[in-house]
């Protein structure tokens, strides 16, 4: 009973904020929780969205709002020390949800280098510095195959920097309903090999369903793939959503 994928960014940086998510853990019976931000959140990532921020005027705007409430990493490191300090009835853990950027995992390696967090959540959430996630529309008149040969090149780019613990959410790319024309069982088999060969964790995110689809979990069982579980909660009313139900697939 883990909830791996917990962000505390709607309120402050106060042990008080933090237990409001612990109390709500126990109450929802779990073991474990990690409590993290998106590295967006912190001004010492900011360069790795230099690209996507000249993308369009979308994502220009997108990135400019994130910047007057940025933090720095060594005032979340503050946080994680005095909650670190203290004992609660179940294991509170603390980690990143990072946009993965090919160009710059050098920069992202080294920003982590310290292991100070428990886990590091590796994301896909821009294809060639394009946000592919947010806007439906934004699909329209695109090669679908393209994208998905793109999606996958990168997700597996990720698993190879040997950065992450854990792949989040990594069938982000059905977000929309909209799905190549040809079978993805090869590239789920080779992503999920790739993996276990690595040893991260392939994360069953339970934001809009019961974790990945069914023809992946079908393919990531068959290969013998390690999980993680995570609400991805982004409010402390959603901490430990579906976990239960995850448990209990066979």
């Known amino acids: 009973m883990k909830d791996l994928h ?3 960014e709607r309120g402050p940086y106060t042990v008080e ?22 590295s967006i959140r912190f001004k010492d990532f900011h360069p790795t969205f230099k690209e996507a921020r000249k993308y369009n005027r979308y994502q220009q705007k ?11 990493l060594d005032e979340f490191k ?44 590796g994301s896909v959430h821009w294809i060639d510095n394009w946000t592919f996630n947010q806007r439906k529309y934004q699909w329209i008149g695109k090669d ?3 994208i998905y040969k793109r999606y996958f090149e990168l997700q597996n780019s990720l698993v190879e920097s040997e950065i992450f613990d854990i792949i989040a959410h990594p069938d982000l790319i059905t977000c ?11 590239t789920y088999k080779a ?3 790739n993996i276990k060969t690595h040893n991260m964790l392939l994360e069953m995110n339970t934001s809009k369903s019961l974790g990945i689809n069914d023809d ?7 290969v013998g793939v390690e999980f993680s579980t995570g609400s991805d909660a982004h409010k402390v009313e959603d901490v430990g959503r579906k976990i239960r139900e995850l448990n209990q697939i066979p």
């Open 62 to 72: 997108w990135f400019d709002a994130k910047v007057p409430t940025a933090h720095t």
């Open 6 to 8: 917990i962000h505390i």
């Open 191 to 193: 992503l999920c090999e």
């Open 78 to 121: 503050s946080l994680v020390t005095e909650v670190r300090s203290r004992e609660y009835p179940i294991k509170v853990s603390f980690g990143l949800e990072i946009c993965y950027f090919e160009q710059h995992k050098d920069l992202i390696r080294e920003l982590v280098s310290d292991g100070f967090f428990d886990y590091l959540l």
């Open 144 to 146: 679908f195959n393209k």
């Open 216 to 222: 992946f979990f079908r393919v990531a069982k068959s």
């Open 17 to 38: 904020w933090i237990e409001k998510f612990i109390n709500k853990a126990i109450e929802m019976n779990l073991d474990e929780i990690c409590l993290l931000e998106h």
């Open 176 to 186: 929309h309903g909209l799905y190549p024309d040809y079978d993805l069982t090869d």
